[in-house]
């Protein structure tokens, strides 16, 4: 008895609250949705998608080509995000964001807001340039896609070129084969006309 005693009149300790996690600003939401978006749109070839389309190629030189199209992907990639981050910074999206969250956070704070109109033109305002920030986007994304189909082509040509380049080296191997084989010939010939 005397233990329960005890027990109940030793203070009681505050439940143990964990902080809230800090909320994940819009901006911070932006940058990582276009990572996520432009990902798909530089995606790594495997070293098998190269064997099979440079069949012909030693596997050195398909080693080569490979860290080559990740040196230009990884570049490309790296063009991309610096593109997006000046024209973020270009058209300071960071401090709009900041300022819509910061709106946000106010409202939800001030339970006795009524003034809408204010809140209507920051939404009407901040609707606007996000609808030109999009439009910047896909034009960066544009001029992404378009920069691919130029590698794209340039790989092409360089396969092309790597054919017509072996089917002269067959052609001249052929040709001096042929060589070859005639000129015993024609030594015995000139033989027979001393």
């Not at 058209?91 to 819509?100: H, K």
């Not at 439009?135 to 960066?140: D, E, G, V």
Request: hydrophobic content about 35%; aromatic content about 4%; overall charge neutral.
């Amino acid at each position: 008895m005397q233990e329960e005693a005890k027990l109940s009149l030793s203070p009681k300790k505050p439940p143990v609250t964990l902080p809230a996690p800090a909320p994940v600003s819009t901006q911070s939401k932006l940058k990582k949705s276009f990572k996520r978006a432009v990902l798909p749109l530089l995606n790594s070839v495997s070293k098998e998608d190269l064997r099979m389309a440079f069949p012909s190629c030693t596997d050195e030189e398909q080693r080569r080509l490979h860290q080559l199209f990740l040196k230009v992907i990884t570049s490309l990639h790296g063009n991309i995000e610096d593109t997006f981050e000046s024209l973020c910074d270009e058209m300071q999206v960071g401090s709009a964001l900041d300022t819509f969250d910061r709106l946000l956070e106010e409202q939800s704070l001030d339970p006795l807001m009524t003034d809408k109109t204010n809140v209507l033109d920051t939404v009407r305002t901040l609707s606007m340039a996000r609808d030109r920030e999009v439009q910047s986007l896909t034009r960066c994304l544009e001029k992404a896609e378009e920069h691919k189909k130029q590698l794209q082509t340039r790989i092409e040509l360089l396969k092309k070129r790597q054919q017509d380049f072996l089917a002269a080296a067959n052609s001249i191997e052929k040709l001096t084969g042929t060589v070859n084989c005639k000129a015993p010939e024609a030594s015995i010939i000139e033989g027979d006309g001393r």
